[in-house]
């Protein structure tokens, strides 16, 4: 990403990275990890700043997994973690680590 504002961390005071992170989000027992997704990251901490454009896709893409794994809850489903992927793209996901699925990379979110 190409910016002239690079931001630095308030706590630590030096400059944030641009790279890659993992995005966790819980709520009533649901985790869910969306790994690979590009911040500005404290070196020192890794405490992530996301863009606002990133921000809004992140919670769009988590409130919608929330509601399926709800839904699962209500339906009393013996399944509590699924798989996903979307693309191409390989998940090099810093945690949990992606699982090769029939020749796919697949990352495990937890319900």
């Known amino acids: 990403m190409k910016n ?3 931001p630095v961390c308030k706590e630590h005071n030096i400059i944030k990275e ?3 992170t993992t995005f966790e989000y819980k709520e009533d027992n649901i985790t869910v990890r969306v790994p690979n997704v590009m911040a500005w990251v ?3 901490s890794g405490n992530a700043s996301f863009t606002p454009k990133i921000m809004d896709e992140l919670i769009e893409t ?3 997994l929330v ?4 839904n699962s809850v209500k339906r009393r489903s013996t399944l509590t973690e ?3 992927s979307v693309g191409n793209e390989p998940l090099n996901a810093i945690y949990p680590q ?3 699925l029939n020749n796919r ?3 495990q979110v937890n319900f």
């Not at 509601?67 to 709800?70: E, H, L, M």
């Open 4 to 6: 002239t504002n690079i």
């Open 62 to 64: 988590v409130n919608e």
């Open 105 to 107: 990379n697949v990352q």
């Open 98 to 100: 992606p699982l090769a």
């Open 67 to 70: 509601q399926i794994a709800k």
């Open 18 to 20: 641009w790279r890659p």
């Open 82 to 84: 699924y798989f996903l």
């Open 42 to 44: 404290c070196p020192e």
